[in-house]
């Protein structure tokens, strides 16, 4: 799944609310958030297009929509996008930092009650099967812990500082 711009979430946030939407109308919900040109918005829809995460239709296959119109819809849900773009960032990190970024995570982005009961549940399952240690998965092989710290392999193996 190609990575998605700043500016390109910008976008895709309001195709999903909006479900169906004529570039006039994006445009102008655009300009409301961005001081960016129709043609930016424009230059934003093709990439999207291009990378699959949105698509067209002619306005007489959607509802309320001016005649003649083209309409952008997303190809995907805005779940299923974030799911996959959430693994694909964690897919680049160390395995050994996935925990600490997931805990500065829950730390810093605001949770509803409902969340935090949820997240819960799935920590208490997770904890009979969770390994004591989760070691470096980097290609250094220096096969560091993230709960020690310490370089697990042999005496001749060379440390490496995943600071």
């Given at each position: 799944m190609d990575s998605i711009s700043p500016a390109e979430w910008s976008v895709l946030r309001i195709i999903w609310t909006e479900?169906?939407?004529?570039?006039?109308?994006?445009i102008a919900l655009v300009s409301s958030q961005h001081a960016w040109s129709a043609s930016t918005v424009k230059t934003l829809l093709a990439r999207l297009r291009t990378?699959?995460?949105?698509?067209?239709?002619?306005?007489?296959a959607t509802t309320s929509q001016s005649p003649r119109a083209w309409v952008y819809e997303a190809t995907m849900s805005e779940s299923s996008v974030i799911n996959a773009q959430t693994s694909d960032f964690f897919s680049h990190i160390c395995a050994m930092h996935q925990g600490p970024a997931l805990i500065h995570l829950v730390q810093t982005v605001p949770l509803s009650q409902k969340n935090i009961r949820d997240l819960q549940k799935i920590l208490e399952k997770r904890a009979a099967?969770?390994?004591?240690?989760?070691?470096?998965?980097?290609?250094?092989?220096?096969?560091?812990?993230?709960e020690t710290g310490t370089n697990e392999a042999t005496q001749t193996d060379e440390v490496t500082s995943h600071a």
């Open positions: 479900k169906h939407v004529t570039a006039r109308r994006l990378k699959g995460y949105v698509r067209t239709l002619r306005s007489d099967s969770a390994p004591s240690s989760v070691p470096c998965d980097c290609e250094c092989g220096c096969a560091q812990t993230a």
